[in-house]
Structure formats: C-alpha cells, structure tokens
C-alpha cells in the first residue's frame, strides 16, 4: 500500500505564511516529481509548482515568488512554503508524485489539505 499522507493546511489571513508538508510511504523503489496541485471550489484542479529528483522547480506564474518548494529525498517527503498568501489561494492542495513500486511509473495523489486564506 502506498500513501501520500499531507498536513499543514489551516485558516491564515491575507499576507501569512502556511507551510505544508506531503510524505510518501509504503513499497516505493523509485520516486520522480513530486508536486503540489490545488482545486478552489467551482475551478479546476491546477498546479501549482512541481520539483524533480535532481531538484528542478517549476512554478505558477501565480505563486512565483511566493511559494518555495523543496524535498528530501532521503525521506520521500516534499513540503510547500507558502508566503504572503492571498485569498485567491483558498483551495485544496494535493500532493502528487510519479512512483515506481515495481516496473512502471505512476502518479499517486494525496488525500488534500484545505488552505483558506481570509481577506
């Protein structure tokens, strides 16, 4: 069995920080990108920025500058820094990873944390 288990969503008001945290667990040989997707009710799910095994980031152009992702290999674990948080950033977050267990890769999907921002 293999989870992406999240935490570190919370209420904050406009221009806090939050920083959220996703570990996977279970028979995993291989991990590739992991990443940060988020869902706002009525919208899309939509990504929000991923980070590769050698540690290439890439961004939103609306959390560029704001949110840091980052990741220990070592752990399986990768967290998301996010900084002068806005109210359009309430949403869901994911966490997503691209895994191999035991031949191919795939993605697996958290379970989300909610992260509302107050104006």
């Known amino acids: 069995q293999v989870q992406l288990v999240e935490s570190g969503g919370g209420l904050v008001q406009t221009g806090g920080s939050l920083r959220l945290s996703c570990a996977a667990s279970?028979?995993?040989?291989?991990?590739?990108?992991m990443g940060w997707y988020r869902q706002a009710p009525g919208k899309q799910r939509e990504l929000v920025a991923t980070?590769?095994?050698?540690?290439?980031?890439n961004y939103a152009d609306s959390v560029r500058g704001r949110f840091t992702i980052s990741r220990d290999n070592s752990k399986n674990t990768v967290w998301l820094q996010m900084n002068s948080l806005k109210p359009e950033d309430t949403a869901v977050y994911y966490c997503?990873?691209?895994?191999?267990?035991?031949?191919?890769?795939?993605?697996?999907w958290g379970q989300g944390t909610q992260v509302t921002v107050s104006s």
């Open positions: 279970g028979s995993i040989s291989s991990i590739n990108a």
């Open positions: 980070i590769t095994s050698g540690g290439n980031t």
């Open positions: 997503a990873a691209n895994m191999r267990l035991l031949v191919n890769y795939r993605n697996y």
